[in-house]
């Protein structure tokens, strides 16, 4: 499914998915906000589970009328069945603050919102990473984030009441670290943990020197407890910053999550970590790189979950060399279940500046939903995208079924599946088999005109996305040849 906006440049960075509804929040680009100008707001929309739109609702206040970020914070809901959320607003002095956000699910109605700010120091900025209920306080809420006082970064913890007012505030002691947080609970009535990741301060080498954290405080901020992950032998070793809410805990009390190992020239390999309740020992690592050998390739990893019925943790992220994104499972013994890859067809490789999945939720149907956003050249417009899979990574059903055969010809079943068909939001590929060339694919209407023409690297288990949301309602041909114009597949596509 790729959500709609209007035209209107958008991303999306959150989803929450219940058993009636898919729920996402991104930002996007309006030009219609009085007084006339451009301004990043968050939007809201929501989803059937067939891809089809319920809603959607700019999160626009006239008061609220600043630059607002929305780089990955968490959907969360509260007591009243609303949902709160956290992202980022910058204040007439370019400043970023904490604007807080409960809103009504269905319609995405700001129902409050209040703006935090440094508390401690006017001239620095708050970056909020983490939102949780303080099960100690009922009706409190909790939200983690960073300070950046005279170029250290500090953290801090807040607690919100239902109005979404700051009764308290804690500012973590100084370590002698950089500290970025980004996962938050509360332990104790008196005792928080943290986790994120450290970086020694002053390091300016081109691979400085950054390793996962757990950290214990208390109520006044003084650190309890303070673990860099161990069993590491990379130099650094870090999370994506605010974009990057993958930290879960297993069954077993054990700590899962996804982290880069960078290496110099700011490449990277993507890792899936498990660690004991303290960070004292390592139960296991995988690093999922197609290619370790591969000194080109620069992984990006963001949004990650855990389903505790299957004891299982999917993770998603982008290829920036292959300019593809990807779904990473794995279950919570270390063992790798699979890796899908995706690539929208409508943006055309060759103009694609980015294109990434940045989150992911299981759903209560075993299913998993990410979403994300892909940048064009040469104007870098923002274009939202959001995929459902099924619990074997599949937007095609049978994607794990495929097979390995260089020869198209030899076997009787279609190089590509195409699913679902007919459709009224997205018509997906999957390539069944391995294929050493280049391919062209076209789409045309029935009177010859062609809609889609661009060309296709087809790589076996990859699983290829047409957006049809747009198109007029009718029969297609959807035509794949070779680059010497021998037609490999032809296939009559239905848009209802």
């Known amino acids: ?30 030009t219609t906000i009085t007084p006339p100008g451009q301004t990043i707001v968050p939007w809201w929309g929501v989803f059937n589970y067939d ?22 914070s968490r959907i969360l809901k509260n007591s009243k069945g609303n949902f709160i959320y956290a992202p980022i607003i910058y204040n007439n002095s370019g400043w970023a603050e904490c604007l807080v956000l409960e809103i009504e699910p269905s319609t995405g109605e700001i129902i409050q919102y209040n703006i935090i700010g440094n508390l401690i120091d006017s001239s620095s900025y708050v970056i909020p990473r983490w939102v949780a209920l303080d099960p100690n306080h009922k009706g409190q809420i909790l939200l983690s984030g960073n300070l950046e006082i005279n170029k250290i970064q500090r953290g801090i913890v807040f607690s919100l009441d239902s109005q979404l007012l700051v009764t308290n505030y804690v500012l973590i002691d100084d370590n002698g670290r950089d500290n970025y947080n980004c996962y938050l609970e509360s332990e104790t009535d008196s005792t928080f943990i943290l986790i994120g990741d450290s970086r020694k301060r002053n390091d300016n080498s081109q691979s400085p020197d950054t390793k996962p954290f757990f950290m214990r405080i208390n109520s006044a901020g003084k650190i309890l407890t303070f673990n860099l992950a161990r069993g590491i032998p990379d130099k650094s070793v870090g999370f994506f910053l605010s974009e990057n809410m993958s930290v879960k805990r297993d069954v077993n009390n054990n700590w899962i999550f996804s982290a880069l190992s960078y290496f110099p020239g700011w490449h990277s390999f993507p890792y899936v970590f498990s660690y004991d309740s303290e960070f004292i020992n390592m139960n296991w690592a995988i690093n999922f790189s197609p290619d370790v050998s591969n000194p080109d390739q620069q992984h990006n990893l963001f949004g990650g979950d855990y389903d505790p019925i299957n004891g299982t943790y999917v993770v998603v992220g982008d290829d920036n060399y292959q300019n593809d994104s990807y779904i990473f499972k794995t279950n919570d013994q270390g063992d790798s279940l699979w890796t899908r890859h995706f690539i929208p067809l409508n943006w055309k490789p060759e103009d694609v500046g980015y294109a990434g999945l940045i989150d992911v939720k ?36 049978g994607c794990q079924n495929t097979v390995g055969n260089s020869d198209i010809n030899s076997i009787s079943i279609q190089p590509f599946s195409i699913y679902p068909n007919p459709s009224s939001t997205y018509i997906g590929l999957l390539c069944n088999q391995k294929i050493n060339s280049d391919l062209k694919l076209t789409v045309s209407e029935i009177n010859g005109r062609i809609l889609e023409d661009v060309k296709l690297s087809p790589t076996i288990g990859y699983q290829y996305i047409l957006n049809v949301s747009d198109w007029t309602k009718g029969m297609y041909l959807l035509r794949i040849e070779s680059n010497d114009g021998k037609f490999i597949q032809v296939s009559q596509i239905i848009v209802n």
Request: charged fraction near 15%; include cysteine; charge should be negative.
């Open 1 to 30: 499914m790729i959500p709609v906006t209007d035209g209107q440049q958008s991303q999306l960075y959150d989803v929450y998915a219940d058993s009636s509804f898919i729920y996402v929040i991104g930002d996007l680009l309006d």
């Open 51 to 72: 891809g089809s739109l319920v809603s959607k609702y700019t999160l626009f206040d006239k008061n609220l009328s600043n630059f607002i970020g929305v780089y990955g």
């Open 362 to 397: 299981a759903t209560p149907y075993h299913s998993y939903v990410s979403v994300g956003k892909a940048v064009g050249r040469p104007d870098f417009i923002w274009k939202s995208w959001a995929i459902l899979i099924d619990s074997f990574g599949c937007i095609i059903p």
